[in-house]
Every structure is written in C-alpha cells, then in structure tokens.
Antibody, heavy 121, light 110 residues
Framework: QVQLVQSGAEVKKPGSSVKVSCKAS????????ITWVRQAPGQGLEWMGR????????YYAQKFQGRVTINADESMSTAYMELSSLRSEDTAMYYC??????????????WGQGTLVTVSS | QSALTQPASVSGSPGQSITISCTGT?????????VSWYQQQPGKAPKLIIY???YRPSGVSNRFSGSKSGKTASLTISGLQAEEEADYYC??????????FGPGTKVTVL
C-alpha cells in the first residue's frame, strides 16, 4: 500500500522560504511522478508542479516559475517542494500526490496528508 | 492556464442522481482524455474517484461515473447517499504539460 507522509506544519515570515517534504513508502519511488498541489483556506485546488524522479525532470506552473523548486532524493524516497519569497497569499495547505507512472498516467491516485504553511508577520 | 469551470453547488435528495459539469478548452479537457475527478471531505486530502474521463479506481463505488463531450466533462453520482456530501474537483492535463483544476463543486444531500 502506497503512503505519502508529509512534514509538519510551518509558520513563516513574509519574504522567507519554506521547504516541505513528502516521504513515500510502498511501491518503487522511481516508477512514479510526484505532484504538488496547494489549497488556500476555503479555496480550491491549485497545481504547482511535478517531478519525475526517474529522470529528475521538473515541470512548474507558470504562476510559480522562479519561486518554486521541486526536487527528490531517490535514496530517501522523498520529494521536496521549496517556495520562496513567501507572502500572506501563500498561506495554504500543501499536498503532495502521486501519479502511478512517470510519464503516461495523468491523475493522482495517492495523496499526502497535507502540510499547513502559514505566512504571517 | 485558466481554471476549468464547474458549478459552485449541486444538491439532490438521497437516491437521486446528480451531474457535475467541468468545462475547459481545446488545450485541456477538449484535447485529451485525461480528465480526473476528486472527492474531498472536510479536513481531508482529496480522493481520486474517476480517471481518464470514465475509469473508476479499485474500491470506488460504481455509482460514480464519468463522461466527456467536446470541451465538457461530467461526473454523475447515481443513488446519492449522505456520505457523498463533499466537494468535488475536476482536473485535466493540458497542452502546456501541466495540470489544471476546476474551482470545485459543493454537493449537498438534502
């Protein structure tokens, strides 16, 4: 059974950065893609980007280009999402989610429990 | 990439069928059979209920079904039950090698 376990809640100051981790268990980490999705309080889901650990390739939503970095450590079966230049509008629940194949499965079948990031002065 | 369009809310009585629409463009919904649907209960992570327009993952009730016509995908819940009161999101792969979500639809069981 695949499980994605994310790091704990964070409180950050405006202008700082946050790094959230997503550790996978079950399955083979390199055989799937990891996507990051965020959800502001009371709002909908927003796709941020994804990584294909097998190839190390990353894709980012245009909105976050230059501000988000997604990487992965295959030896730890862990993906990371770092968001910089934080502002209050970045306060949200951040989720990692798995696509079951690196390149030809276009849905997210397992999700992490979410990490609440609060940006406040 | 603009978000997909969904109705803000849909309601139905227990046992009824409801349908949620999800409208995009030829660059996303209309261009690929890669529409998926997610159910989100309050305080929980989203759960995949439909993928590739009309396929159900193992363990998902067959009362959930999906379809697509042109640029509009649809999720139908047949025999609506109280525990299906939740938010529902559609998602599509896009021509930009990215993904886009709809704003979500709140389903209320009357």
């Amino acid at each position: 059974q695949v499980q994605l376990v994310q790091s704990g809640a964070e409180v950050k100051k405006p202008g700082s950065s946050v790094k959230v981790s997503c550790k996978a268990s079950g399955g083979t980490f390199s055989s799937y893609a990891i996507t990051w999705v965020r959800q502001a309080p009371g709002q909908g889901l927003e796709w941020m980007g994804r990584i294909i650990p097998l190839f190390g390739t990353t894709y980012y939503a245009q909105k976050f280009q230059g501000r988000v970095t997604i990487n992965a450590d295959e030896s730890m079966s862990t993906a990371y999402m770092e968001l910089s230049s934080l502002r209050s509008e970045d306060t949200a629940m951040y989720y990692c989610a798995r696509s079951p194949h690196p390149t030809n499965q276009y849905f997210f079948d397992y999700w992490g429990q979410g990490t609440l990031v609060t940006v406040s002065s | 990439q603009s978000a997909l369009t969904q109705p803000a809310s849909v309601s139905g009585s227990p046992g009824q069928s409801i349908t949620i629409s999800c409208t995009g463009t030829n660059s996303d919904v209309g261009g690929y059979n890669y529409v998926s649907w997610y159910q989100q209960q309050p305080g929980k992570a989203p759960k995949l209920i439909i993928y590739d327009v009309s396929y159900r993952p193992s363990g998902v009730s067959n009362r959930f079904s999906g379809s697509k016509s042109g640029k509009t995908a649809s999720l139908t819940i047949s025999g609506l039950q109280a525990e299906e009161e939740a938010d529902y999101y559609c998602s599509s792969y896009t021509s930009s090698n990215s993904y886009v979500f709809g704003p979500g639809t709140k389903v209320t069981v009357l």
